[in-house]
């Protein structure tokens, strides 16, 4: 069965370091999505994208925070200079169908660590 | 502004009894679609569920049904005979037309004992 997939499972940083998580969407979807959860708290949206460019951003989703496909499979989430506050489980999703019916696909999430 | 409660922080049961997890959503769109996930300890999330708003039908499958009664704006699920395998977070979820972003309730912990 096809899935997200997402890279690394894991990753510790230093504050103010450059950190890129990575997600492979389910082949044939064309809207792509990243969600955060801090421990212990629910999950928040980011950022939606679609057709190469952001369709819609949470105030979450600061100056610090950038989105880009940069190839015909990847979609990456950087952050600019981390913050501790930004340490969390960080989920790509993807969907095939545009609007509000399709069902998002969820990755295992990526869980980032700043210290 | 849409908005999903999930009152229930924490719920513990024995295994085989059956349990409901509650879910109130507030939106001032006219169709929407509500979701249930499952976030079992190991992280990921699991898609279980979604309705629409125009479809008030409650959904069984399986050991789980689902309850959406649009007068009380509510979305409940119901586990019949739990198993220890139930246990995980159960997130309510939210989008309605005005946007594409999913709206996620606080979330239940589920604990079945054996």
């Known amino acids: 069965e096809p899935e997200v997939t997402q890279t690394p499972s894991h990753q510790v940083t230093q504050m103010g370091q450059e950190v890129i998580l990575r997600c492979v969407p389910i082949s044939n979807h064309l809207y792509f999505y990243w969600y955060r959860q801090i421990l212990g708290q629910k999950v928040e949206f980011l950022v939606s994208f679609y057709n190469n460019e952001i369709s819609e951003k949470s105030e979450i989703f600061d100056d610090q925070f950038s989105v880009e496909r940069p190839d015909g499979s990847n979609f990456t989430l950087k952050i600019r200079s981390t913050k501790l506050e930004d340490s969390a489980m960080y989920f790509c999703a993807s969907q095939f169908a545009g609007g509000h019916t399709g069902e998002l696909f969820f990755g295992e999430g990526s869980r980032l660590t700043v210290l | ?114």
């Open chain 2, 1 to 114: 502004a849409q908005k999903v409660t999930q009152a229930q922080t924490e719920i513990s049961v024995v295994e085989k009894e059956d349990v409901t997890l509650d879910c109130v959503y507030e939106t001032r769109d006219t169709t929407y679609y509500l979701f249930w996930y499952k976030q079992p300890p190991s992280g990921e999330l699991v898609f279980l569920i979604r309705r629409n708003s125009f479809d008030e039908q409650n959904e069984i499958s399986g050991r789980y049904s689902w309850n959406f009664q649009k007068s009380t704006s509510s979305f409940n699920f119901t586990i019949t005979a739990s198993q220890v395998v139930d246990s995980a977070v159960y997130f309510c979820a939210l989008r309605g037309t005005s946007g594409s972003r999913l709206t996620f309730g606080e979330g239940t912990q589920l604990t079945v004992n054996p």
